[in-house]
């Protein structure tokens, strides 16, 4: 049976990042994914901002790898010259209710450890942004964007550089522990394999729970539920009347339909949050009205003809509709007493900007 150190199911952005990581300390790291390529499905369906860590719980995984892997990321696209921009994004309030959730997140920020935060008046951003309405703003000056593909494709070469390998269209079977690693059944293409690992980590995104199911000696127990929640953004032709990210104040189960900007200057709005049953990408043109309604509040001179459906994702989410926070889900042997199995459930936003942190984490989880 051949055997490799370490194989990653998933290469979204985090499994991309983990694979990385591991390549530069084991000798053999596979990567693969079921679809045509890397990043095909929740990493490239996304609003490709770089958060700042303001608004999660204190001591959560979401604020701490957040706030270390904002750091690490802008690091890695400087050395690695991946387009980004450190924008800024402005979290808007409308009224003295919405004003005292802003003074709230100055103080969540700071016990994250995000502490450049600054209050904007209403006269002020009169001056400074014009076209846009509210009563009063913070600016996070740490908030950014960044190219995803672009991203992907350098932590795909640094694998490679390091002789790990990635193979698309080839599905997670199985996996049986062996008392020195991990029998894993593989479908490439149709054609079965078993591959013998001494790491297994599960990365897969919206599948991840389906995944863990097929982890012989992982009691069910140790697999949560997971809710598909889509988001649908819709793009702005033209020039865009913002520099800037612009955000509402959060709504449960997401942070609102705001605007945000692309590389290339292309200024989108969304996501909205919708659950849904099965993975479905489609985008009902019915949902411009629900958007332009939100969207006026900050924006009021919008233009709806320029306004247009473009593309949805979706969040494999911990909470229900009905829930309250939930974190992320990072599962090793002290959880599920399997050695060298790291399961990783519930990793929607900031998955992207807290992918390197996730990896040193993943990695440091496995002593490796």
Known sequence: MEKVDAIIIGAGVVGLAIAAKMSNTLQSVLLIDKNQSFGEETSSRNSEVIHAGIYYPQNSLKAK????????????????????????????????????????????????????????????????????????????????????????????????ENKGQFVAQTAFVDAQPNGNGFDVTLNSQGEMMKINCNYLINSGGLHSTNLAGNIRGLAKTHIPKLNYCRGHYFSYQGKSPFSQLIYPVPEAHGLGIHASLDIGGQLKFGPDTQY?????????????????????????TIDAERLQPAYSGIRPKLEGPNDGFKDFIIQGANEHNITGLVNLFGIDSPGLTSSLAIAEYVTATLKI
Request: aromatic share 8%; hydrophobic share 40%.
């Open 65 to 160: 790898l957040c706030v270390e892997g904002k750091e690490l990321l802008y690091l890695y696209c400087q050395s690695r010259k991946i387009p980004h921009q450190r924008l800024g994004k402005l979290l808007v309030a409308h009224g003295a209710a919405e004003e005292r959730y802003l003074v709230k997140t100055i103080k969540q920020a700071a016990l994250n450890g995000v502490n450049d935060l600054t209050w904007l008046t209403e006269a002020e951003l009169k001056t400074s942004n014009p076209n846009l309405k509210a009563s009063a703003a913070l600016l996070s000056p740490s908030t950014g964007i960044i190219d995803v593909h672009s991203y992907m494709q350098s932590l795909l070469a640094e694998l490679e």
């Open 276 to 300: 849904i049953d099965t993975i479905d990408y489609k985008v009902s043109v019915k949902l411009k009205e629900k958007f332009i309604e939100a969207i006026q509040r900050y924006y009021p």
